[in-house]
């Protein structure tokens, strides 16, 4: 098979292909094989009515047509291969050809993805918060442990944040009591918005034992119906910390010293709060780049980066048990809505994977084949081990040739390329003071950030 290649406008481009009369002889050859299987022909076995037969019953005409029918998608991917075209659209084929040629001579059209050039890159800022808990954080992590052993003492004053009301609810809908809202004794923690109850915390804050307010509230099955709750203040407590000593932090925790636990809790909120802003800085980034392409890309390139959220989303809802049907219900998204937001999830993925090809190209990033087989071999033995495990104690795959794994490649390349911009970028907080990569990233692999 031979072809040819011709760059047009509008990021398409047009390949002309010529197979020559041995290639479709074969495959005529192997159509017959394939009908003499499906037809049923007085005086012959199935599979073993020869091809002058079977020729006579359907016509040459239909048989030639429908080799040219089954092989044609193989001939447009061989010929997208050998000339290494990434299509992102079924191509447009046009035969040249006539059915009764031996040979067949095609032109087929084909969307490519676009090479984009962003600007900007190398010096994008983003704002962040600090990676570091502040004293002030670490003390209320603190206090809400201590909160755990606290004992309630009944107070005189009005209710502030944090005290615990006791309260009767009584709800009606329609003059008659609502027995799902329906609560008596209740204790609650002011300020906790538990209840999902607009303004209830901001009634109970000022509130006194004695006092009765009324609170409208959505029906939670009947739109723009409106359940009326009726809320008795009983009580009021203020919930009393322990001393934060040596012999609380015995006696609660495994730590000796208060100094101890206080080291710990500020370790594990520095490890929480540092993967959470790294997660925050990875998305600045991602919408940064995005806003880098300044091109309008086409619909079929955004119709398969949608197609890749939803398949995503799908396969995420499934490992949770969930399907879209169940998921729309739960969010109260519309069939409407959900295809806007996928579309638009779907557009700024297009976009950010034009701009990491960009920059790949652009500061000449590469990755090794044995790199790209390392990958492939991790993530072999995962799944040979269902995910679980050392990567060495799984039986490894066949590596298969190292050009049938260009999309592995690419994902290496952009992720490569994220990478680099990110330790490129001005990373400072809401006063501006400058924040290092290091903070967010102590490992020098990077392996925290590929994991966000």
């Known amino acids: 098979m031979k072809s040819t290649v011709e760059n047009l406008e509008g990021n398409k481009v047009k390949l002309s292909v010529e197979v020559d009369a041995t290639e479709f002889a074969d495959d005529l050859e192997t159509m017959f094989r394939q009908l003499a299987k499906e037809l049923k022909l007085p005086g012959f076995r199935k599979g073993k009515a020869p091809r002058s037969v079977i020729e006579a019953r359907l016509g040459k005409e239909y048989t030639r047509r429908r080799t ?33 040629d031996d040979a067949v001579v095609f032109d087929m059209v084909v969307e490519v993805r676009p090479e984009v050039r962003v600007a900007g890159y190398a010096s994008l800022r983003v704002e962040i918060p600090p990676p570091t808990p502040t004293e002030d954080e670490i003390a209320e992590e ?103 000593t ?22 594990k909120l520095t490890a929480n709060k540092r993967e959470q802003v790294a997660r925050l800085f990875g998305q600045k980034m991602e919408d940064a780049l995005v806003l880098l392409v300044e091109e309008t890309l086409s619909e079929a390139l955004i119709r398969q980066a949608t197609q890749e959220v939803l398949q995503n989303l799908i396969l995420r809802l499934q490992s949770a048990g969930l399907d879209l049907e169940r998921y729309l219900e739960v969010t109260g998204q519309t069939p409407e809505a959900f295809t806007e937001m996928m579309r638009a999830e779907g557009e700024k993925q297009a976009k950010l994977d034009v701009a990491l090809r960009a920059v790949a190209a652009a500061e000449e990033i590469s990755v090794s084949d044995e790199e790209v087989y390392e990958v492939f071999d991790r993530a072999a033995a995962m799944e040979s081990q269902g995910g679980a ?12 040739p190292v050009e049938n794994l ?27 003071t400058s924040i290092e990569y290091a903070e967010l990233f102590p490992k020098t692999d990077d392996d925290d950030f590929e994991n966000q």
């Open 142 to 244: 603190i206090n809400r442990f201590r909160g755990h052993f606290g004992t309630l003492e009944q107070v005189g004053r009005p209710a502030i944040e944090k005290d615990r009301v006791t309260v009767d609810l009584r709800a009606t809908y329609n003059g008659e009591t609502f027995e799902p809202f329906e609560a008596s004794d209740y204790v609650y923690e002011v300020g906790s918005g538990s209840t999902g109850f607009e303004d209830f915390d901001k009634n109970l804050i000022g509130s006194q034992a004695g006092q009765i307010f009324d609170l409208n509230v959505p029906h939670p099955e009947v739109d723009g119906d409106l359940i009326r709750i009726k809320t008795l203040v009983k009580d009021v407590q203020e919930n009393k910390l322990p001393a934060f």
């Open 406 to 432: 260009k999309g592995l490649r690419t994902e290496m390349l952009k992720r490569e390329a994220f990478m680099w911009v990110c330790r490129q970028a001005e990373i400072v907080d809401a006063d501006g």
């Open 246 to 267: 040596d012999e609380f932090a015995t006696e609660s925790t495994e730590f000796d010293t208060v100094e101890e636990l206080r080291a710990d809790f500020t370790e």
């Open 68 to 100: 040219l029918e089954e092989s044609l998608p193989k001939y447009c991917s061989q010929a997208i291969a050998d000339h290494q075209v990434e299509a992102i659209a079924a191509p447009e084929v046009d035969i040249k050809s006539e059915i009764e």
């Open 389 to 400: 495990g050392e990567a060495g104690e799984a039986t490894p795959r066949e590596r298969p």
